[in-house]
């Protein structure tokens, strides 16, 4: 992320639509294995390797699909793909421990937060396009962690649409 914008004459500039992952938020490696890992050993400790490996093919998969069909995926869709039923307090606990994973590679960059008061400032507004397998709920507790939920003006997930962006 640059600088942030300062404040000057109105622009013709509406609107500034960000991608989440890797401009919102630095982007850095993920050990992909790691999070399934994680995910599998609250939901069943006996079969944790297999459930994680399986699930890591369906992420594979998931945005194989992505990228060669711009087709949106949920992370429901890998859970199912892998015949895990993505309700209960099994899958809860296991969801939560996969969220905290994450938590430490979410957070906002450093000049986010003043870039889009920046824009706010000069009357521009400020929206999120992210392909995304996650929920907006997710999306918007990770953005009330950083102080940032109230200055998104809008935001488009591709977990909840058919397609991944760029769409032809």
């Not at 006996?46 to 194989?64: F, K, P, Q, V």
């Not at 997710?138 to 950083?146: L, N, Y």
Request: charged share 25%.
């Amino acid at each position: 992320m640059s600088a942030a914008v300062a404040p000057g004459p109105p622009s013709d500039v509406e609107v500034v639509i960000f991608d989440w992952g890797g401009t919102l938020t630095p982007w850095h490696p993920i050990d992909l294995l790691e999070q399934w890992h994680v995910y599998a050993t609250a939901y069943d400790p006996s079969g944790a390797d297999g459930l994680a490996a399986a699930l890591l093919d369906a992420e594979h998969e998931t945005w194989r699909m992505a990228r060669e069909h711009h087709a949106s995926g949920t992370l429901e869709d890998i859970f199912r793909r892998c015949g895990v039923d993505p309700s209960g307090d099994r899958h809860e606990t296991a969801l939560a421990r996969y969220h905290a994973f994450w938590d430490p590679h979410t957070y906002l960059d450093p000049d986010a937060a003043e870039t889009i008061d920046g824009l706010h400032a000069r009357g521009i507004r400020v929206g999120v396009l992210s392909n995304t397998v996650w929920t907006r709920e997710h999306h918007e507790k990770v953005f009330r962690r950083d102080g940032i939920l109230d200055r998104i003006d809008g935001a488009v997930y591709s977990s909840e649409i058919p397609w991944t962006k760029p769409h032809p």
